[in-house]
């Protein structure tokens, strides 16, 4: 099992649809998690940590279920400029590691007008 | 807004030859990180670095690599003998804190082998 697994996409909606990435992680003990963004050949960027209690951010919610070591990402009214691919990032778990982040392949967002 | 910032944006270079990648993260920030993205593929990590050593790495980091803070802005990443397989866009990065803290990434420095 990958350590971080994501949809592979890509996902081709219409502008202001819903979207929902999931993302799935192997090591229990692993603490914080992350969604970034990464617009092609530029640097990814963190959109929202976490939390156990879910969080939302406007248009974004995120959410954790560590029973199921699942991570979900909701985009409403999609806009073209959410067009670009969307990283699920995890902490490694152990607890010598916990500088290193474990990074998913990335599911690409391609919102149409 | 404070950012990272990456020198050169671009870097080609012969096989067998050593590159050194330069970064200067955001000044109060203690956390270092390089990542490296091949193309069309995800974004790996290579090795964190805090209070003037090399906290954790990958296994990617094996010994033709080395980082260094030379002085207090700088942080580099050293490729000794370059592969093809080196090939990749190398994202530095830097914290506040530990990783539970936001990582600011830079631009990125395309390593072009050939």
């Known amino acids: 099992r990958k350590e971080v697994e994501q949809d592979p996409g890509p996902f081709n909606v219409p502008e202001g649809a819903t979207v929902a990435f999931n993302c799935t992680y192997s090591?229990?003990?692993?603490?914080?998690f992350f969604w970034y963004r990464q617009d092609c050949r530029k640097e990814p960027k963190l959109l929202m940590s976490?939390?156990?209690?879910?969080n939302e951010d406007g248009r974004f919610t995120a959410q954790l279920n560590r029973a199921s070591q699942y991570i979900s990402l909701l985009i409403r009214d999609s806009k073209l400029s959410d067009s670009a691919t969307y990283l699920c990032v995890v902490n490694i778990g152990r607890r010598s590691s916990n500088y290193q982040l474990i990074w998913g392949a990335g599911t690409k967002l391609i919102i149409k007008p | 807004e404070p950012e990272v910032t990456q020198t050169p944006s671009h870097q080609v270079t012969q096989m067998g030859q050593e590159v050194i990648l330069r970064c200067v993260p955001i000044?109060?920030?203690?956390?270092f990180y390089w990542y490296r993205q091949i193309l069309g593929q995800k974004v790996e990590f290579l090795v964190s670095f805090y209070n003037n050593e090399i906290s954790e790495k990958s296994e990617i980091f094996d010994d033709q690599f080395s980082v260094e803070r030379p002085d207090g802005s700088n942080f580099t990443l050293k490729i000794r003998s370059t592969k093809l397989e080196d090939s990749a866009m190398y994202f530095c990065?830097?914290?506040?804190?530990?990783?539970?803290?936001?990582?600011?990434f830079g631009p990125g420095t395309r390593l072009t082998v050939t």
């Open positions: 000044s109060n920030h203690l956390y």
């Open positions: 976490v939390y156990s209690s879910g």
């Open positions: 090591n229990s003990a692993s603490q914080s």
């Open positions: 990065a830097s914290s506040e804190g530990l990783v539970t803290y936001e990582q600011y």
